[in-house]
């Protein structure tokens, strides 16, 4: 550290391909007032009121500035946890961060209320958009996944944020809890003046061990996808303004040629403008400084980039569950599946193959007009 400066050196990430950042992830604290069935975050949770395993904002900064010299700004960073808002400083991060070349800058947070942040302190435009998790139109559907009683906070927390002028995007995650009424959703945040309706499919992952009957399996996922798209496709002009961002998790060999498909890993190891995409973790005794490429491989062990140490280095892990490492190996494959052994999932006889759950067919509504009820997006595309 150097007046209040930490100092990072990445020439081991560089040395290993990555040479630039264009997508920063802090994991900015570990704390978490919930327990949903599916976290993946593993034991990194801590409870609601920890301030230990936090990234302190100095370090933050310094890395965040770091990333963006080395790679002439950042594409896009995103304030992730654990929960946020329960950062003691979130305020002042998300301030400083306004202020670097960041070209989209968004936080996902459960929505349980603001917690530290002050709403009065920071400007809407400080974010492109808040990402709140919810999982149902109903406080039914909702808590099962994630709290009792939390449906009517979330609620809350996204008219508090719409009334500081934040737009909002919805993260939800489709269980067989509500998979029935997936296509309720659209008219439901449409009303509540969503802009993005961000959908997951649970995977069986961190807590879902505990909870694998709220897995969807591939046929009734493929079935909910197709009358979702079928719905947009008619009735989505009532509802302008919305993007809906669909997983497809499962295609058939023909879907595969169709959208050109390629894991994700290849998509940010070799897009064009070289963007590579870091999720980094505190480092403290929990979080270690642990980076991964993808949220998919959080807590399976060996599977981050590497880490950073106290000194600010990064440290190249060497090990063959490193992503990008067995992704070297199986180029065709979706290689988070692979490390997390999750190919069962679909049969051979299925004719189907498991994609990276990143890879989304993006579906935009348009004001309903003869002839044009909904515009598609020109290609389905990777997104997070
Ligand atoms: S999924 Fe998010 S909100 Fe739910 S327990 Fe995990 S970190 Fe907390």
Sequence with gaps: MHNG?????????????????????????LACDLRCSYCYMFDFLTKAND??????????????????????????????GGEPTL????????????QRPIKERRMTTNGMGLHHLNLDKVSPEALDHVSVSIDGTTAEANDV??????????????????????????NYTVTNRNIANLNETV???????????????????????RNPDIIIDAMAWIS???????????????????????PY????????????????????????????????FPATSIGRGLCYMSSDVIGHPNAELGRIDDQGRFLWNWHDNNELIAFSRHKLANVSSLIKNQT?????????????????????TVPAMPGNPIREADMPSVSA
């Design 5 to 29: 400066r930490f100092s990072f050196d990445f020439s081991e990430l560089r040395a290993n391909g990555i040479t630039r950042v264009g997508e920063f992830n802090p994991y900015v604290t």
């Design 51 to 80: 301030v230990v395993h936090v990234m302190p904002t100095g370090w933050f900064v310094s890395l965040m500035d770091h990333i963006c010299e080395e790679g002439g700004g950042l594409d896009r960073m995103t304030f992730l």
């Design 87 to 98: 950062h003691p400083d979130i305020t002042t991060m998300m301030n400083e961060a306004a």
């Design 145 to 170: 996944t994630r709290a009792k009683n939390s449906f009517k906070r979330i609620v809350e927390t996204i008219g508090l944020y719409r009334q500081a002028g934040f737009k909002i995007s919805v």
């Design 187 to 209: 008219p439901y945040f449409h009303a509540m003046g969503v802009s993005i309706i961000n959908l997951h499919r649970a995977s069986l992952d961190g807590n879902a061990y």
């Design 224 to 246: 909910a996808r197709a009358k979702l798209v079928e719905f947009l496709k008619k009735d989505g002009g009532l509802y302008p303004g919305l993007t809906v961002r669909i």
């Design 249 to 280: 998790i499962f295609m058939t060999d023909s879907e595969v040629l169709e959208t050109k498909y390629a894991p994700i890993q290849e998509r940010n190891y070799h897009s064009p403008d070289g963007g590579h995409r870091l999720i980094v």
């Design 344 to 364: 069962q999932e679909v049969n051979p006889g299925d004719g189907l193959v498991r994609v990276s759950h990143s890879f989304k067919l993006i579906m935009r």
